[in-house]
């Protein structure tokens, strides 16, 4: 079983910056492979970024407009989301998930968090 934990939502103006957490718990956790998802209000979860177990491979979807940058850090079981310029269309609520490879689809994850608001707005 693993347990995942978001952190670092909030509410930030256009333009700034966050960086989430998903601090990962339970067994072998640094062999899975994690990614990003978020979900706005009446929309459908949509893919952000993935990374592979080793964080040497990322994948990113093209349908997201602001710079946003995955990492791992293995040694701390953590999992970081960097998102910069953002604007009110990334307001969403973020979520963390664990699954055997980087890939875009949510089903393909077996674990995920309860998820972090972010919300943009000035």
């Known amino acids: 079983q693993v347990q995942l934990v978001e952190s670092g939502g909030g509410s930030v103006q256009p333009g700034g910056s966050l960086r989430l957490s998903c601090a990962a718990s339970g067994r072998a956790v640094s062999r899975f492979a994690m990614a990003w998802f978020r979900q706005a209000p009446g929309k459908e979860r949509e893919f952000v970024a993935g990374?592979?177990?080793?964080?040497?491979?990322?994948l990113y979807t093209g349908d997201i407009k602001i710079p946003v940058t995955i990492s791992r850090d293995n040694a701390k079981n953590t999992v970081y989301l960097q998102m910069d310029s953002l604007t009110p269309e990334d307001t969403a609520v973020y979520y963390c998930a664990a699954g055997p490879a980087a890939v875009k689809a949510a089903t393909l994850y077996n674990y995920w968090g309860q998820g972090t608001q972010v919300t943009v707005s000035s």
């Open positions: 990374i592979d177990w080793s964080g040497a491979s990322q």
